[in-house]
């Protein structure tokens, strides 16, 4: 991905002329400040230090100031296309729905989860929506109606049957930002627990026995014949988008070692401590799931990521699946550690850096100017503003 080119600013909202927050404490790369934001033309212009409000500024009134945060991998789009098992949803309306729900928990920056890779053959089908919906999104944006800035990141399903026919229809100009390799053969990885996956698929999609045993033998079939060509392929087609490779549900060392021999940049939710001390070994980023650091506890019984916060290696927090979760889970982080610049950069300059945006992440002049303003109210982080390129967005 090119982040300095035009398509990085192409359609986003349109920037505010002049903006300061003032009178906060603002979180930097290594400290916490009272002071001041400036924002000119959308872009961070000055920091002050001090207490002055000075005329025509915001009085934050001594709360923090944080980067806009920044999500690489959430499922919220997809829930609210399809709301509940089988009901389609108007996609603009969801495409709304979702860009507002994730500017009022602060994310100003979002790559856009979508699978990519269908089966058509089995008692459980899903066909291709990706192409479509990414069309929609980026029309969304043409048209300057989304608040917040953001990008595809493409779940590339290894165990499909039509992977790389749905990969051939993107392009460079996609802003394709991820492109991650999901596994999902049962008995290995996120389902290595067959029991989970039962459990999951038949709430899920209503299986009978005889439906989850036909299931688990078309996929293990899927991965004989195609897994190798499919992996292939997915990471050939990345770099044709010029986005970043994501592992996905890595558990081992040796499945570390392919994601490094890949060119994978993050692993997003090593299940094991084992992978995760492989990829900080290999210089991989390791990304893991908000919902986990505040239940205290992985819901399908992986490694709790706050143990591995304790033990050095976490990087980057997503909010998977509760997006309100992420900045939450900021501040639990900065409990554990003690230090909340540190934990900040985990929703912030961290997954910026590992998607390659220079241009936003951090309160530092000639950044974009995403902030968000919050406050404590009995130990919870409320948001209490968001600014996208200066522009107030919730």
């Known amino acids: 991905m090119r982040p300095d080119t035009a398509i990085a600013d192409l359609a986003d909202n349109a920037p505010v002329a002049s903006l300061c927050l003032a009178n906060a404490r603002l979180v930097l790369a290594d400290a916490v400040v009272h002071g001041s934001v400036r924002i000119e033309s959308g872009v961070i212009s000055e920091i002050l230090a001090g207490a002055h409000v000075p005329e025509g500024a915001v009085d934050c009134e001594g709360d923090h100031l944080i980067p806009g945060l920044i999500e690489l991998h959430t499922d919220n789009l997809e829930r609210h296309i399809e709301p509940r098992p089988e009901v389609d949803w108007p996609h603009l309306p969801a495409l709304l729905a979702h860009d507002g729900e994730l500017a009022s928990t602060g994310i100003t920056t979002v790559f856009d989860a979508m699978r990519v890779g269908s089966i058509q053959h089995s008692t459980t089908r899903y066909g291709a929506y990706a192409r479509q919906l990414a069309n929609e999104l980026l029309a ?39 492109v991650s390799l999901m596994d999902h053969t049962p008995g290995q990885r996120q389902f290595r627990d067959m029991g989970a996956m039962k459990t999951y698929l038949t709430k899920k999609r ?24 499919h992996e292939a392929g997915a990471v050939r087609e990345a770099q044709r988008y010029g986005a970043v490779l994501a592992s996905h549900d890595d558990t081992t060392a040796a499945q570390v070692a392919t994601s490094h021999a890949n060119g994978v940049g993050f692993a997003e939710f090593p299940t094991t401590v084992e992978a995760a001390e492989a990829c900080h070994a290999r210089g991989i980023a390791v990304m893991m799931g908000a919902p986990n650091i505040i ?3 992985s819901h399908s019984g992986n490694v709790s990521a706050a143990d591995l916060a304790r033990a050095g290696r976490l990087d980057i927090i997503s909010s998977d699946y509760v997006p309100s979760a992420l900045l939450l889970s900021a501040f639990r982080l900065a409990e554990i550690w003690g230090d909340l610049p540190r934990a900040i950069a985990c929703v912030t300059s961290n997954p910026a850096r590992a998607v390659r945006l220079g241009d936003r992440g951090s309160l530092r002049p000639g950044l974009r100017g995403d902030v968000v303003r919050v406050r404590h109210v009995a130990g919870t982080p409320v948001v209490r503003g968001v600014w996208s390129r200066g522009a107030r967005v919730a």
């Not at 800035?149 to 100009?173: P, V």
């Open 140 to 178: 969304a944006r043409a048209a300057g109606v989304l608040k917040i800035s953001h990008f595809l990141h493409l779940r590339a399903e290894i165990c499909s049957e039509t992977l790389l026919e749905e990969m051939e229809d993107f392009g460079a100009e996609d802003r394709v930002g991820i």
């Open 295 to 297: 239940r205290g506890a």
């Open 206 to 229: 209503s299986m009978t026995d005889a439906d989850f045993e036909a299931h688990v033998a078309h996929l293990r079939g899927l991965q004989d014949r195609h897994g190798v060509a």
